[in-house]
């Protein structure tokens, strides 16, 4: 599991650290000097030879790239300093020049000259210690660099010290200039905006530097790995049977939308429940073609999976089985149509009840409960717009996307990215519903003892869109078949992590 700490936990963690005297900075930028030789040398060139840029900005950071830039001088790069403050970290300064370092002219034409010259920039122009929008003159300097990053002929490599300049740290936001990174190495640990949207797709590969902070508490931000998942799968052992193993309700699919019922089947049945039941009769014959396996009619179940292609007039056949599974403590999924529901009847629910919007649902959800929030808001700030909607309703909330982000009124967001962009199709949010209603019925039983769910289902929707963006992975274009098919191999190689 990537953990990621807000930057007021790293400073914290780093305290005793530095009252010991332990030489972090030294640490740190030994890490990033490190990163730039390997990337440096992956491309084919000499760190002789080569031209480097440091941008120096005046706090640690700036710091941490000084000495890094000392270390590619004293192994034979050409190292020129942009000096963007009048307070860069004094002893850091002296010993890059000491190491051959040599300034640049700080006006636009020489700072331009000098990033032409560098294959390689670090970006220590800010760390932690910012909140954007940068104001200037750094705001003027990062703007004039990203140009010139994209408009060059040649990329230049960038590697951002911590976080790439300008990000949202620690709520993952973008306001105003980013220089982007190609990769970004990050000290302890890593903080929320390098691995939660929007800000995670201006970071390149993301490095962790062991420089020996050490962290306890809960995590701000998480991302599950394969063997997370493979920790919260439930596998079948030889007491199981078909109901133990849990039952999913589907009150999926509508004369409009036939093909959501098919879709939502399909990833349900790809997770391994132990059965699978259609509370959908006009398309009852539809999916029983394609899937014979299908149970149709009501009937006990251990998780409820409503709204999926259902019309958002149509709701009223949801109220039955959600108001039993409520009743019941049973989980349930509430996709497209059925998040209606959530506008004007049913305002307060357990966390055991999943939303799962994209942007513009969760826009249109915020706004009718009273927060004048637009589609661009919820974009530019999911990790906020999930924790409001958490908040709000009771409820964990999956906002999907190409990162999915996952929140509940308490615990961790999560933060799970797409393997490819190829799964941004029509029906793939259908799979998703029923794909987590099944995972959620293998946990029914628990969840219904425990209560409102105390995180529970937010970590199991994480590895919901986990196994979903494994299932998805493609070099090519994908149908939402594709996906469904894919959920098996998927669940597999978590189990093989
Ligand atoms: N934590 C660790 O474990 C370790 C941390 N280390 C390193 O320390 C870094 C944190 O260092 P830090 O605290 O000095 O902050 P950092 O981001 O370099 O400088 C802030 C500067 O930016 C400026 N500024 C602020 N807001 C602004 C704005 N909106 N727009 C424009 N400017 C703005 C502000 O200037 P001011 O406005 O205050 O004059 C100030 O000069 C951390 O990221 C890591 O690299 C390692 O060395 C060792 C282990
Ligand atoms: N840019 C993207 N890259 C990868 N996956 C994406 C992207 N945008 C959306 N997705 C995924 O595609 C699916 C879309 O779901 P949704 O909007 O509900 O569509 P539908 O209702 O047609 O199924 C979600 O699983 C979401 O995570
Ligand atoms: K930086």
């Known amino acids: 599991m990537l953990r990621a700490y807000r930057s007021s936990e790293v400073r914290e963690a780093e305290k005793p650290l530095l009252e010991q005297g332990v030489p972090l900075m030294e640490r740190a930028s030994f890490a990033v000097a490190t990163a730039a030789v390997r990337e440096l040398r992956s491309r084919g060139h000499l760190v002789t030879g080569s031209q480097v840029l440091v941008l120096a900005g005046g706090g640690n950071n ?3 790239a000084l000495y890094a830039g000392a270390y590619l001088a004293a192994r034979g790069a050409s190292v020129e300093i942009v000096r963007a403050s009048d307070s860069v970290h004094a002893e850091a300064l002296a010993t890059a020049k000491e190491s051959g370092c040599a300034l640049v002219d700080s ?12 294959g390689l920039w670090i970006d220590g122009l800010a760390g932690i210690g910012v909140r954007p929008p940068l ?25 951002a010290v911590d976080c790439p300049t300008g990000i949202g740290v620690d709520d993952g936001a973008l306001v105003g200039p980013v220089l982007t990174a190609t990769v970004t190495v990050t000290m302890g640990a890593p903080k929320p905006g390098l691995i939660a949207p929007p800000a995670s797709r201006v970071c390149g590969r993301v490095e962790v530097a062991d420089i020996g902070l050490w962290f306890t508490g809960e995590p701000a931000v998480a991302t599950l790995s394969g063997s997370d998942v493979a920790d919260l799968l439930r596998v ?27 879709l939502t089947v399909g990833g349900a049945l790809g997770a391994g429940p132990g059965m699978v039941r259609l509370d959908s009769p006009e398309v009852a014959g539809l999916v029983l073609r394609r899937y014979p396996e299908v149970v149709t009619g009501l ?13 958002a007039t149509e709701t009223e056949r949801l ?7 409520l009743e019941e403590k049973y989980p349930v999924v509430l996709d497209a149509g059925a998040l209606e529901l959530v506008k004007t009847e049913y305002t307060d629910l357990p966390s055991t009840v999943v939303l799962t919007p994209h942007a513009g649902e969760l826009a249109e959800l915020l706004s009718a409960r009273g927060e004048g929030i637009t589609r661009q808001d919820v974009e530019a700030a999911p990790i906020r717009a ?34 490819s962009h190829w799964r941004a199709v029509a029906g793939a949010g259908d799979v998703y519903a029923g794909l987590l209603g099944a ?56 189990l093989h992590d």
């Open 62 to 64: 700036g710091a941490d």
């Open 107 to 118: 006006g636009k034409d020489g700072i331009l000259k000098a990033a032409r010259r560098a």
């Open 135 to 159: 104001t200037e003159p750094l705001s003027s300097l990062v703007t004039l660099l990203e140009e010139e990053r994209i408009a060059a002929p040649d990329e230049p490599i960038v590697i």
């Open 236 to 262: 079948p052992g030889p007491t199981d049977h078909k109901y133990t193993r849990g039952v999913v309700l589907l009150g999926t699919g509508s004369d409009s939308f036939p093909g959501a019922a098919v």
């Open 299 to 311: 009937g006990r179940a251990q998780a409820v999976v409503l709204g999926s292609g259902v019309p």
């Open 319 to 325: 109220k039955a089985p959600l108001d039993r599974a």
């Open 386 to 419: 999930v924790r409001l909607a958490a908040t709000i309703t009771g409820a964990t909330i999956v906002l999907k996307g190409a990162s999915d982000v996952i929140a509940g009124p308490d615990g961790p967001v999560y933060s799970q990215p797409a393997r």
């Open 439 to 494: 995972l959620l019925a293998s946990a029914g039983e628990d969840l219904a003892r425990s209560g409102r769910g105390y995180g529970k289902p937010a970590l199991i929707a994480a590895a919901a869109s986990w196994i979903h963006a494994e299932a998805a992975h493609s070099d090519g274009p994908i149908r939402a078949m594709d996906i469904v098919d894919g959920i098996p191999a998927a669940i597999a190689s978590a």
